[in-house]
């Protein structure tokens, strides 16, 4: 394709930065948080993900009680 | 529809050409990139710097924000599901506003120079980055509390709920269209239509982040603790619930949108299968959600916000119409089923889609005669309406499925997750049936004009608005009988121009208005029958900045029938290996199918989680 080509029949990547690169920089640093969190270790709460637990443990409030499911968003 | 007829001479595709040689690639645009990524950093930092003030409790406004949300329109909700949903709620019509304005740019004017160079790209930017920023927004406000017990976890004392954890991840994906998006121009050419796979990303995102709005409303109305006298009346429910029913009908309604302009590059058949399975899986679950009538307001809604776009589009925006189908009936349809079957959703979704595929599929055929550019004909009656059965109870079982999700009921696992694979995987074949078109080989369209505008005698042989009738004949004679459309559509030209052709014996039909043959138009004949989906080219301007060719219009000519997409669609770039496309289309599949696991992974959580009614103070049913 042609230089003309370039400027007319595709997007150039760089003008689609604004669209995207913010939603990627907030998504970064969630994870950096959950990371960081994570590499603490020592963590009082249960690792088990037993959805019976939290159906006996109350409708919220419950410490004991944690999902550990990551964010199901994108790939 | 003469509108179109007064030419404007050459496009801005064609200036830029003319400028190209001496600009880098994206050069033109650099000061509207600083300008739009110097605001997309000012968003983006106003929303970590809120985020982070209110974790560390430095900053109180977006507390001071939630509790206001709380006692405005999300009563009865705590702040972290108040204030997330009308800011969704407002980027979710900012995008809508956006989408339909964009694709009528594009029928009228054709592709971008870039994505910033159309000025309907913003709104639906800064709405899918609202949907995302409501998301985020959900995840971020709950502090000191665990938001209900289908949360999420995300650090050892902070938790976000579901609903906010699928949104962001729906405002996500759209997002990650744009990019994905370009890297797909970049490989295969522009793709001028709505159904090219990163688009549809674009615009599912958005469409189904209403299920992790109705997700986090339900987490929210059981989180509640407030007193009594803030719960909302029962009429703010149901309205609020029929809303985001109807969102949901919007939401699902958007990948009908080529079909509603007029210009659709696939069957027909798909039209009623999409409408089908949006009323399905949209009313069912209005009507068991919000209770009686609530399929009919959802449709209210419908109407209002689509009916609403499609004025502002087509008056003060001044493009183009986009039709919307006649919900009413399929609501109908709902809630005759729900008067005996409102106890047993499941029958409830089958049965009203089926009536939804059949009754439903008359009342939009009718309607399709009055309201649609290319209106249904007998050709597709008996596939349409076995596309829109097929539509319509898949549909109708998600959205039971839905609804039980969001009354704390749900089917055990097993039957749940049966019923949605055999849903998706029914969409997916009709789909597929509906993707399957053939080119018969060896015919051809003989085109005499007539009354060619201005006449060819005088001076300048192509005016600048050269138009034309035409008299078409085809051959063999019966290479074209009893067609779902036979039209001369012409776009692209700053306006478009479809006109359905009047049989005047077998294989011979004429025009019933000049069609344009100058500037950017691009004229073409269109051939739908059964799965032969093909056109003869009339008239294509020349495209240096893809290397095409004029095609011009002569007095008469011969041209062969051929598939369209290499008319419609002449960005897109030939040679590029089958493997390419498909490993392409595979990832972009992945995300999809992604997002829509995740968004039933977060219904059956919340049904396993938060079991019951809506009341906080309630007693939970015991667990299936």
């Not at chain 2, 190209?20 to 600083?34: E, S, V, Y």
């Not at chain 2, 025009?511 to 691009?522: A, V």
């Amino acid at each position: 394709m042609s230089a003309a080509g370039g400027v007319l029949a595709a997007h150039p990547v760089i003008t689609a930065v604004p669209f995207f690169v913010p939603t990627f920089i907030v998504v970064a640093v969630i994870a950096v948080v959950i990371w960081r969190d994570r590499r603490r270790g020592d963590d009082p709460a249960d690792p088990g993900d037993d959805p019976a637990e939290d159906l006996a443990g109350g409708p919220a409030g419950d410490a004991g009680a944690t999902a550990s499911d990551g964010p199901p968003e994108g790939p | 529809m003469l509108d179109h007829l007064t030419g404007k001479g050459a496009g801005a595709a064609l200036r830029l050409a003319a400028e190209t040689p001496a600009k880098p690639a994206g050069g033109a645009a650099l000061d509207q990139i600083l300008i739009a990524s110097a605001g997309a950093a000012v968003l983006t930092a106003a929303l970590l710097v809120l985020g982070w003030g209110h974790r560390s409790g430095r900053i109180t406004v977006l507390a001071r924000l939630a509790r206001l949300a709380e006692r405005g329109p999300g009563r009865g909700t705590p702040g972290w599901a108040a204030l997330p949903t009308p800011v969704a709620m407002l980027s979710l019509l900012t995008a809508l506003l956006g989408m339909y304005w964009d694709i009528s740019l594009h029928i009228s004017h054709g592709r971008d120079e870039g994505p910033l160079a159309n000025i309907a790209h913003y709104p639906i930017l800064i709405g899918l980055f609202g949907i995302f920023t409501a998301g985020v927004l959900a995840v971020v406000l709950p502090k000191g509390e665990r938001p209900g017990a289908a949360s999420v976890r995300i650090t050892r004392d902070w938790h976000a709920p579901a609903g906010g954890v699928l949104l962001a991840g729906a405002g996500f994906y759209a997002l990650l269209g744009f990019p994905l998006d370009d890297v797909w121009h970049r490989i295969f050419g522009q793709d001028v239509t709505l159904w090219g796979p990163t688009h549809l990303m674009l615009i599912g995102g958005a469409g189904l982040s209403l299920v992790a709005m109705m997700v986090l409303e339900r987490e929210g109305r059981r989180a509640f603790r407030g007193p009594e006298s803030q719960q909302p009346p029962g009429w703010v429910r149901y309205v609020r619930r029929s809303m985001h029913a109807g969102g949901l009908l919007i939401g699902l309604s958007v990948f009908q949108a080529e079909y509603d302009f007029g210009v659709p590059q696939f069957r027909l058949v798909h039209q009623p299968l999409l409408i089908a399975l949006a009323a399905g899986c949209a009313l069912v679950a209005a009507r068991l959600w919000a209770g009686r009538g609530g399929a009919v307001c959802a449709v209210a809604f419908y109407m209002l916000v689509r009916g609403g776009v499609s004025v502002l589009v087509g008056w003060p925006i001044g493009e183009l119409w986009a039709s919307v189908p006649l919900y009413f009936a399929e609501a109908l349809c709902v809630e005759a089923a729900a008067l005996l079957l409102a106890r047993r959703p499941l029958a409830l979704g089958a049965v009203a889609g089926a009536l939804i595929g059949t009754a439903g599929f008359g009342a939009e055929y009718a309607w399709s005669q009055v309201a649609f550019r290319l209106p249904w004909t007998p050709d597709i009656a008996a596939e349409g309406m076995a596309m829109a059965v097929a539509g319509g109870v898949a549909g109708g079982l998600c959205g039971a499925l839905l609804a039980e999700g969001l009354e704390g009921r749900a089917p055990r696992p097993a039957v749940a997750r049966g019923i949605f694979a055999g849903a998706i995987l029914a969409v997916a074949a009709a789909v597929a049936n509906g993707l399957l078109i053939t080119v018969p080989p060896d015919r051809t369209a003989t085109v005499t004009l007539t009354v060619l505008q201005p006449p060819p005698t005088t001076s300048q042989p192509t005016s600048s608005a050269r138009t034309a009738g035409a008299r078409i004949e085809f051959s063999p004679a019966d290479a074209v009988d009893g067609a779902a459309w036979v039209t001369v559509t012409g776009w692209q030209g700053e306006g478009l121009h479809v006109d359905r052709l009047v049989r005047e014996r077998e294989g011979v039909y004429r025009t019933t208005e000049p069609m344009p043959l100058h500037g950017q138009w691009k004229t073409l004949i269109r051939v739908h029958d059964g799965r032969t989906l093909a056109g003869v080219p009339i008239y294509l301007p020349a495209d240096p900045a893809i290397g095409a060719r004029e095609v011009a219009a002569p007095a008469e000519f011969t041209r062969a029938l051929q598939g369209e997409r290499t008319i419609l669609q002449r960005e897109l770039k030939t040679g590029v290996p089958g493997w390419v496309w498909a490993a392409c289309s595979a990832v972009v599949l992945l995300c999809t199918l992604a997002l829509v696991l995740s968004l039933g992974w977060g219904v059956a959580r919340i049904a396993r989680r938060l079991p019951g009614p809506a009341s906080s103070g309630a007693p939970p049913e015991p667990g299936t």
